[in-house]
């Protein structure tokens, strides 16, 4: 019954931290259009792709205790972030055993800014068109955030990156 919780707790886990709720938002859905099988639904939002259910299950993770959240004020705006705790670690021994190339993507993943992942994000959002067209949707959706032609080249080399490492 846990186990779609569980599977958030595996992937925050394997990040060994993930810093800020958007940064959460785009890595999940991102590992998700690479096939791994996580079940949140995802609509597209302010911020890119965004799951109402992946929000309610990291808040009851940490009201279980299984996720700690650490809230870090950095002036302009709140920052948080997540890591396992001794009780998420215990509760992993239900989950499933990763695919094996998920700490890879995760780790690619975690190393990039919320920014780029959210222009990562909704490119996969809208890749059922053409390369081309994903480009024009993103600069309608996200015309405040003036990505770059060198952005969205970055973007889509770090998917084909991505891509490599997915579940076939």
Do not use: W
Request: net charge negative; proline share 2%; charged share 25%.
């Amino acid at each position: 019954m846990l186990q779609e919780h569980a599977k958030i707790v595996q992937f925050i886990s394997i990040a060994n931290e993930v810093k800020g709720r958007k940064k959460i938002q785009k890595m999940i859905y991102i590992a998700k259009k690479m096939s791994f099988p996580f079940a949140e639904k995802y609509e597209l939002h302010m911020y890119g792709p965004y799951s109402e259910e992946l929000t309610l299950r990291i808040e009851e993770l940490c009201a279980m205790g299984f996720l700690a959240e650490q809230c870090v004020d950095k002036g302009s705006y709140v920052q948080y972030s997540y890591t396992t705790t001794d009780e998420g670690t215990s509760f992993l021994e239900t989950a499933q055993t990763p695919h094996e190339t998920l700490a890879v993507c995760v780790d690619m993943m975690n190393g990039k800014s919320s920014r780029f992942l959210e222009l990562v994000s909704t490119l996969l959002y809208f890749d059922h068109l053409d390369k081309n067209e994903q480009i024009a949707k993103v600069h309608i959706v996200k015309s405040k955030l003036n990505f770059t032609g060198q952005e969205m080249t970055d973007a889509f080399d770090f998917i084909a990156e991505l891509q490599r490492c997915s579940v076939q």
